[in-house]
């Protein structure tokens, strides 16, 4: 899921581009250590279809299993962490983070994370829930005036994609205004005006839809509860309980460095640009924030398992409902052939953020361009090549969501 403008690839604010392929070799890297080379390193799976040792052999195949995707899909840059308790670590950085300078993508750069800021933000709405501030099953009426079908559809609903709101983000108003001027600040009521000049696309909980409307709605009723600004509010109970040091919510477009360049062709002329300065605050609740690998790492185990809540919010967290094929999604979350987590699509950047429960493997994948190739997300097809290696019983793989209204 992502958070992409007008094609919806289940995430959240997202580009895409057609863009030159470089080297890949460029900036290459290996920066923590892989299993002891005496580990068996003969084959890529145990036998037994456990989680592998991440030995020097099997890091030689994901390496060129992310290579390959780099090359087809011309990423400019990309970086990924895959490790597991006992079975080492694979912390890797390809290619470029400045196509005009070469500079080398390095796994320490700050990046964009797209849509994973919703997992972010439904966190903090069910920390409010465990504090008997709202109840998932309220009607988003009670807490925001004037959204259509208001006093049916609820927090759950909204959480779960599964509204029938339209999506702010696929209006041709909002992709104009957008596009014209991308260091404009865009208010929450704002862009809920893109999405209520729509009608409604079906009755609450009729299916699954995913729509960054829902999360706009969502920072909201966060605000109004717990008296906070959402950007204050994550920062201050989510960050940091978490144990994170380099995520944020930003108020605007600061971006601190270091960080990558990030390129999309969601443009006003449909060539490509740079959008590292580019203002996130479309995205806002569900798109706007900031992190690193390391940060992302500590994150994935974070969110699925719910060490920020109580077991019973957790768990309703984690009850998901058929949504694409092989794809789950819960409440601000998805699951996906068993890997739990969240992918995230802005104008220039991708992430990827999944925890396998039963290995408590991580897998982080952060790039620096959203353009989709052949129709699938660059960070679907990097989780995809990772764990056909790693994990060929749970192969990380997101179908696209058809996009509704153009």
């Not at 068996?40 to 279809?49: E, K, L, N, Q, W």
């Not at 969110?303 to 092989?326: F, I, N, S, Y």
Request: proline content about 7%; charged content about 15%.
């Amino acid at each position: 899921m992502s958070a992409r403008l007008r094609k919806v690839a289940v995430g959240v604010a997202a580009a895409g581009l057609v863009m030159v392929p470089l080297g890949w070799g460029a900036g290459y890297a290996l920066d923590a250590p892989v299993a002891a080379p005496s580990a068996p390193a003969s084959a890529t799976v145990a036998a037994d279809g456990e989680f592998p040792q991440l030995t020097p052999a099997v890091a030689r195949q994901l390496d060129d299993a992310v290579r390959k995707v780099m090359s087809e899909a011309a990423v400019p840059g990309v970086i990924v962490s895959l490790s597991a308790p006992g079975k080492g670590a694979y912390v890797r950085s390809f290619g470029v983070a400045d196509k005009a300078t070469g500079r080398s993508m390095g796994t320490d750069l700050n990046m964009r994370i797209g849509s994973v800021t919703k997992t972010f933000t439904v966190t903090a709405l069910l920390q409010l829930v465990d504090q008997g501030k709202v109840g998932l099953d309220d009607p988003i009426g009670k807490y925001v005036a004037g959204v259509p079908n208001g006093d049916r559809i609820t927090l759950r609903e909204l959480a779960g994609m599964r509204s029938g709101l339209f999506n702010y983000s696929e209006d041709d108003g909002f992709f104009k205004a957008l596009t014209s001027n991308p260091r404009r600040p865009f208010t929450p009521q704002e862009l809920l005006g893109y999405s209520f000049r729509h009608p409604v696309l079906f009755e609450p909980n009729a299916k699954f839809y995913y729509c960054n409307t829902n999360l706009i709605l969502l920072g909201l009723v966060v605000e109004k509860q717990s008296g906070q600004k959402l950007n204050d509010y994550i920062n201050q109970k989510v960050v940091v309980p978490a144990g994170l040091h380099h995520t944020f919510f930003p108020v605007a477009a600061e971006f601190p460095r270091p960080h990558s360049q990030g390129y999309t062709d969601q443009t006003a002329t449909g060539k490509v640009e740079d959008a590292a300065d580019w203002n996130p605050s479309w995205g806002w609740a569900a798109g706007a924030m900031i992190s690193d690998l390391g940060d992302m790492k500590t994150w994935a185990r974070v969110l699925a398992t719910g060490t920020l809540l109580k077991p019973a919010t957790q768990a309703e967290r984690l009850k998901v409902v058929d949504a694409l094929p092989g794809t789950g999604y819960g409440l601000g979350i998805f699951n996906v052939q068993g890997w739990i987590g969240h992918n995230g699509s802005l104008p220039g950047y991708q992430a990827l953020t999944v925890y396998l429960p039963q290995p408590k493997a991580t897998l982080v994948v952060l790039l620096n361009t959203d353009i989709s190739y052949e129709g699938s997300e660059p960070s679907t097809l990097f989780g995809e090549a990772i764990t056909k290696v790693v994990t060929p019983d749970h192969v990380f793989s997101l179908p696209a969501q058809p996009v509704t209204g153009h």
